[in-house]
């Protein structure tokens, strides 16, 4: 069964930097493409960033050049570096991966970015 666990979620000041953390269980990590998405209450989730097997990554506009994603292949962990945050980054984001046709979900980690 796979399954995923954020962490690293938490309060910051805008400006801030936070790192979270996924770790995964129950597949061949190294070979599947990962997400980080996000989700504010009422809104659906959206993607903020992707990582593919081989390393390639892409991002939303609205943290380009802010966030990185990154992922060790080693300890089946994703990471998403954050930095220069802003209150509109306020949300509960989440590790996704589509694994044999189904979607996969961590529980979620809420970050606050607020004065």
């Known amino acids: 069964q796979v399954r995923l666990v954020e962490s690293g979620g938490g309060l910051v000041q805008p400006g801030g930097s936070l790192r979270l953390s996924c770790a995964a269980s129950?597949?061949?990590?190294?070979?599947?493409?990962m997400d980080w998405y996000r989700q504010t209450p009422g809104n659906e989730r959206e993607l903020v960033a992707r990582?593919?097997?081989?390393?390639?990554?892409n991002y939303a506009d609205s943290v380009k050049g802010r966030f990185t994603i990154s992922r060790d292949n080693v300890r089946w962990a994703l990471f998403l570096q954050m930095s220069s945050l802003r209150p509109e980054d306020t949300a509960v984001y989440y590790c996704h991966v589509k694994y044999r046709e189904m979607d996969f979900w961590g529980q979620g980690t809420q970050v606050t970015v607020s004065s």
């Open positions: 990582i593919v097997s081989n390393g390639d990554t």
């Open positions: 129950g597949m061949n990590f190294k070979l599947y493409t």
